[in-house]
């Protein structure tokens, strides 16, 4: 489900704690999530209280913010989609995280430490992706609440 789940899943399978500490540099997790469909994806103007609720202000520098939601057209069979891209996170091994395979953390800790150490989590790296107009907020949403759950 994210990188920090596959070290968990990997100990459920009996590898060795040492092994996976001296052997891992990072763990990469994807999703895909579609693409807005360039001929018809329609522009918005989002409220404040989403902008704030997402966290959308840390990607988005302009003063009026515009967003692209699914419209529909022939180009995309009236989905709004078209293509995929991919959605991201990187776990880069570190000491603490280490540590925290040997003491045998869950997965929701080992989550917490890497992103303390600058991880960006596949949620994030899609609200990148809709700020930049090439997905939508319910796309990533859709995606990643399975990860969530």
């Known amino acids: 489900n994210d990188a920090a789940s ?7 399978m009996q590898v060795d704690d040492y092994l996976l500490t001296s052997t891992i540099d990072g763990i990469l997790a994807q999703r895909l999530v579609r693409c807005l469909c360039p001929h018809c994806r ?6 404040a209280s989403l902008l704030r ?10 003063a009026t913010p515009t967003l692209y939601r699914a ?3 022939d180009r995309c069979d009236q989905t709004g989609y078209r293509g995929r891209t991919t959605i991201v996170e990187l776990m880069v091994m570190s000491e603490a995280l280490r540590q925290g395979i040997i003491a045998r953390q869950d997965a929701d800790t080992l989550q917490r430490i890497a992103l303390d150490e600058g991880m960006i989590d596949m949620h994030t790296d899609g609200l ?7 997905t939508s907020i319910e796309e990533v949403e859709r995606v990643t609440q399975a990860v969530a759950d």
């Open 128 to 134: 990148r992706k809709v700020a930049a107009g090439l």
């Open 6 to 12: 596959s070290v968990t899943r990997m100990q459920d």
């Open 53 to 62: 609720q997402l966290r959308l202000d840390r990607f988005i520098s302009t």
């Open 71 to 73: 419209a529909g057209c």
């Open 42 to 47: 329609e522009p918005y103007t989002p409220s």
